[in-house]
Every structure is written in C-alpha cells, then in structure tokens.
C-alpha cells in the first residue's frame, strides 16, 4: 500500500518554462513533507520542506504548495534549469518534530531541455 | 563540511559471501539511517539509530541481514550470506536534530551475483 505516490515517471520541460512536480498521499496523519532531488550516482539531497500547518514554502526558484483536503502537494520549479535534471522525491512523515520516519514516493524524472 | 560517506562505492561479489556496507555520518549527527533503493520497491528504510542505539530495525528484510554502529562516527551494513535478490543501491544517511533533514550518503552499489 502506497501511502506517498508520485504517478508521474517522468516529465519533460523546456528550459526556462515552469517544471510543476506533483504527489499524492493516503495517510491523513502525515503533517511534514520534504522534497529531495537526486542525480545520477549520487544520494538524494534535501530540497524544500513544508509543515501542514502552511499551504505553501519558497525558497528561490523552487515553491511547494500543500493541499491538505486534497492530500496533494505539488513542487514548482521557476524558471527551469539544465541542472535542475534530475528525479525528484515526495516524502512524508507523522510528526513534524520527528521526521526520522520518512515515508518516501517512488520519484519523478524531471528532463529540462535546452 | 565532509559529508556522509560511504564505502564502498560498489561492491561484487558472489552469492553466499558476506558484505559489509560502511557510513561514515556528518559529525554532530545523532541519528544515522540505513536505506535501500530497488527498482521494484524503491527507497526503503532498513534501521535507524539514535545516539548509537538501534531505534527501529523493522525494515530490516531478514536475518541475514545486520547493522551496528560501535560509535558515534561510524555505522556498518553487513548481509551474510548475500543472495542475488540483495542487489541494489544502499544508502546511508545522518540528520542532527528532530526538525532537520536528513543528509545522504552516494551510496553503495551492490551486485550479488
């Protein structure tokens, strides 16, 4: 049972455009959710994280919005970048306090084209 | 500041022998993780430690399967025997307090054959 999807394999963008990056969860309990990206032959490196107690964190060019009702949140990228390839991972936690218990969706190719 | 490291980057070796994956966590960490990534199940957590101790082990898969972490700077993985389905990519990973985000490792790749 997949308490954090990501049902999207892969996405392409052209460079420059907004790359919008989306996850869904089942676990009405979840209360934190990070977003790590990763590169090939390298580990997953932290990104941006949001509690449920907003509904959307900046930091530069990269935005998470949450959508509690919805059990959605979703990553935006603006604008996009060649290095901004690589696959992004949704996770989620119980416990704002105590996210050592990540639960961790399968993870979304971004290809930003030139 | 040095991050996670692990070693070795890439390990083959036949089934029956025994493997030991090492980590090396961010100094100052209190918390050290072990995960596995397939294709199949994606990133799964195997155990993590707190101080040391072993918190939670539950993802570990089998008894062939065990982890320590003697002191506060480093960690060991060990599968004995190995078997074909262990192939993956093993990472280990560090955070410092409650409310920060966990550091990963490059991993290890793992072949059985």
């Known amino acids: 049972d997949q308490q954090v999807k990501q049902n999207s394999p892969s996405l392409s963008v052209q460079e420059g455009r907004i790359s919008i990056l989306n996850c869904d969860y089942t676990?009405?309990?979840?209360?934190?959710f990070l977003w790590y990206k990763k590169y090939p032959a390298e580990g997953p490196t932290f990104l941006i994280s949001i509690s449920s107690i907003k509904d959307k964190n900046e930091d530069g060019r990269f935005t998470v919005f949450l959508n509690k009702s919805a059990k959605h949140l979703s990553l935006h990228i603006v604008p996009s970048q060649p290095g901004d390839s690589a696959v992004y991972f949704c996770a989620a936690s119980v416990g704002f306090m105590s996210n050592y218990q990540l639960i961790w969706g399968a993870g979304t190719k971004l290809i930003i084209k030139p | 500041d040095a991050g996670v490291i692990q070693s070795p980057r890439h390990e083959v070796t036949e089934m029956g022998q025994e493997v030991t994956l090492r980590c090396k966590p961010i100094s100052g960490h209190d918390y050290l993780f072990w995960y596995r990534q397939t294709m199949m199940r994606g990133l799964e957590l195997l155990i993590y430690?707190?101080?040391?101790?072993?918190?939670?082990d539950s993802g570990m898969p089998e008894d062939r399967f065990s982890a320590k972490m003697p002191n506060a700077s480093f960690s060991t993985l060990k599968i004995q025997p190995s078997e074909p389905r262990d192939s993956a990519v093993y990472f280990c990973?560090?955070?410092?307090?409650?409310?920060?985000?966990?550091?990963f490792g490059d991993g290890t790749r793992l072949s059985i054959l």
């Open positions: 990973a560090s955070k410092r307090t409650n409310n920060q985000p966990q550091h």
């Open positions: 430690f707190n101080n040391n101790v072993p918190i939670d």
């Open positions: 676990n009405s309990m979840f209360d934190y």
